[in-house]
């Protein structure tokens, strides 16, 4: 493979976008970044400095000085870093800091895999593949309750459920990115998949697309 290849996938929390994602990434032979990560990380050092605030430009200053080989992935997946994540995913100069990281990461070959919100719409809209992870609500905040209850949380579904359409409204509704499918995203509604049934349609999908980018444009 001589270009870097680009895989975009988006969807809403608890999708399965995540294990589709690092299932690609290693079979593929790519790099993997769950740009959610880098919105919780933010966030996370900005709870550590007193609070969120209202001032895009510590978000920024934040952004900037982020080491992503060094994200603590059991640490951030905390609920309260989650929600303050998506709150602060709303201002753009932060996005702007975020991307243009992101962007980076996935410049050098042999190119890599980005999971998130806004990947095949803003941050990759070239990308030659791109998916769009969707699962019913209810099918969703069952999956998220039972890797909380796994963790030794005590976890009630209707609250879990009732916090994961209230995330899915915020993420849908901000100006800036919203979470929605690239135009020529393929959707793959995981609910009554199995991991490895959604893995193999992925597959099947990307390798569709590369196959007719490489037509298309053989290096
Ligand atoms: O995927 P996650 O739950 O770790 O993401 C946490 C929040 O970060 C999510 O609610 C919205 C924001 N986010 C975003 O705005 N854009 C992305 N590409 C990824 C995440």
Same mark, same amino acid.
């Given at each position: 493979?001589?270009?870097?290849?680009?895989?975009?996938?988006?969807?809403?929390?608890?999708?399965?976008?995540?294990?589709?994602?690092?299932?690609?990434?290693?079979?593929?032979?790519?790099?993997?970044?769950?740009?959610?990560?880098?919105?919780?990380?933010?966030?996370?050092?900005?709870?550590?400095?007193?609070?969120?605030?209202?001032?895009?430009?510590?978000?920024?200053?934040?952004?900037?000085?982020?080491?992503?080989?060094?994200?603590?992935?059991?640490?951030?997946? &905390? =609920?309260? +870093?989650?929600?303050? @994540?998506?709150? /602060?995913?709303?201002?753009?100069?932060?996005?702007? $800091?975020? #991307?243009? *990281?992101?962007?980076?990461?996935?410049?050098?070959?042999?190119?890599?895999?980005?999971?998130?919100?806004?990947?095949?719409?803003?941050?990759?809209?070239?990308?030659?593949?791109?998916?769009?992870?969707?699962?019913?609500?209810?099918?969703?905040?069952?999956?998220?309750?039972?890797?909380?209850?796994?963790?030794?949380?005590?976890?009630?579904?209707?609250?879990?459920?009732?916090?994961?359409?209230?995330?899915?409204?915020?993420?849908?509704?901000?100006?800036?990115?919203?979470?929605?499918?690239?135009?020529? &995203? =393929?959707? +793959?509604?995981?609910? @009554?998949?199995? /991991?490895?049934?959604?893995?193999?349609?992925?597959? $099947?999908? #990307?390798? *569709?697309?590369?196959?007719?980018?490489?037509?298309?444009?053989?290096?």
């Amino acid at each position: 493979m001589s270009r870097s290849l680009v895989i975009a996938i988006d969807g809403p929390a608890a999708s399965g976008k995540g294990t589709l994602a690092r299932r690609l990434a290693a079979h593929y032979g790519l790099k993997h970044l769950d740009t959610g990560l880098t919105y919780r990380a933010v966030a996370a050092l900005l709870l550590e400095e007193g609070g969120l605030g209202e001032n895009g430009a510590r978000a920024v200053a934040a952004a900037e000085r982020l080491d992503l080989g060094a994200m603590d992935r059991d640490r951030l997946a &905390a =609920h309260e +870093i989650g929600e303050a @994540a998506s709150r /602060i995913a709303v201002i753009p100069e932060l996005r702007r $800091a975020l #991307v243009a *990281r992101q962007r980076d990461f996935a410049a050098s070959p042999p190119g890599a895999v980005l999971d998130g919100r806004d990947i095949g719409t803003v941050v990759f809209p070239d990308a030659p593949a791109k998916l769009f992870v969707t699962a019913s609500p209810e099918e969703r905040a069952r999956r998220r309750t039972d890797e909380l209850v796994g963790r030794g949380q005590a976890v009630d579904f209707d609250a879990v459920l009732a916090d994961l359409k209230r995330r899915d409204a915020r993420d849908m509704e901000r100006a800036d990115s919203p979470l929605r499918p690239a135009d020529d &995203a =393929h959707l +793959i509604d995981t609910s @009554a998949m199995t /991991i490895e049934a959604a893995f193999r349609a992925a597959v $099947a999908i #990307v390798d *569709r697309a590369v196959s007719a980018e490489n037509r298309a444009s053989p290096s």
